[in-house]
């Protein structure tokens, strides 16, 4: 039984075409997924329905013990903690950097007339210190680059203090020094047993972080193999799940693939 997430048969259907094909998946408390498939597997619509942004065509899904359907979603939502692109290209160009983090905490993009206790920006100020953003608090969020800009949301994302930390590929677009790094803090973040069950939508096995515990594994909107990280993610799993044969490597705690030959 998964007290985080509990999805039983979830099919997402949109213009005649299956997104999800009956899903089970369960996530408890604790738990550090990753979430791989080729594009167009159907990712981003799995963390629609965790982050409770999108309902189950048929099926059921449970989330932090709230059924979908029964519950008051905007209640919900302020107990996940989500990034994504489509939440980047949300927050205005000329936001400062602490108020993209401190809006979070009233479920907002751009700040605008809200009062916010001093301990609201305290908080905000100390994430964004956790995540090395410290030194550009009061910078425009559409001046940062990119790296910088994924770390702001992954500080805005635990501003709500969540139950549930929802990554959609936050590492994409990254350069190699700006992936080690990003990998490094999430590494310290897994290690922290008071952080949040945590999900991570990726294409690459390079950045899946020490800590990271379970791999779920989608092709065509269906499960290819779900479980404990070192059961799942294997050579023969990662080749049926892109069609392409591949080989996975591990090198202490870190993961490799590349073709086969
Ligand atoms: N409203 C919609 N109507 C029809 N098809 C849709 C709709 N929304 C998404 N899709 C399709 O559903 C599939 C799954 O999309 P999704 O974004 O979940 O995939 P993904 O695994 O996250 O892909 P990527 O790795 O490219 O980001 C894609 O083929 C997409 O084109």
Excluded at 77 to 100: C, H, K, N
Excluded at 242 to 251: A, F, P, S, W
Aim: net charge negative; proline share 4%.
């Amino acid at each position: 039984m998964g007290d985080v997430l509990e999805l039983d048969a979830v099919s997402i259907v949109r213009g005649g075409k299956t997104l999800l094909d009956a899903v089970d998946w369960d996530v408890s408390d604790g738990d550090r997924w990753i979430v791989l498939g080729p594009n167009g597997a159907g990712k981003s619509t799995l963390l629609q329905i965790a982050g409770a942004r999108m309902h189950p065509t048929s099926g059921t899904a449970e989330i932090l013990g709230e059924r979908m359907g029964a519950v008051d979603v905007f209640e919900l939502r302020p107990r996940i903690g989500m990034t994504s692109a489509l939440l980047a290209a949300q927050i205005p160009a000329d936001e400062t950097v602490v108020d993209t983090v401190v809006t979070a905490a009233w479920g907002v993009t751009g700040r605008w007339r809200e009062r916010y206790e001093g301990f609201d920006e305290d908080r905000a100020r100390e994430l964004l210190g956790d995540w090395g953003m410290g030194s550009l608090t009061d910078r425009r969020f559409g001046t940062l680059s990119s790296g910088e800009q994924k770390r702001v949301l992954i500080a805005r994302a635990l501003m709500t203090d969540p139950e549930l930390l929802l990554l959609d590929e936050p590492a994409a677009g990254l350069d190699v020094g700006g992936r080690e790094d990003l990998v490094g803090r999430l590494a310290d973040l897994l290690a922290d047993p008071y952080a949040p069950a945590v999900v991570m939508v990726t294409h690459h096995v390079e950045e899946i972080a020490p800590g990271f515990t379970h791999a779920l594994l989608l092709r065509d909107g269906a499960v290819v193999a779900a479980g404990p990280l070192d059961e799942v993610l294997t050579s023969e799993n990662l080749s049926q799940t892109y069609g392409i044969e591949l080989e996975l490597t591990r090198d202490g705690d870190r993961f490799h693939a590349v073709a086969a030959r």
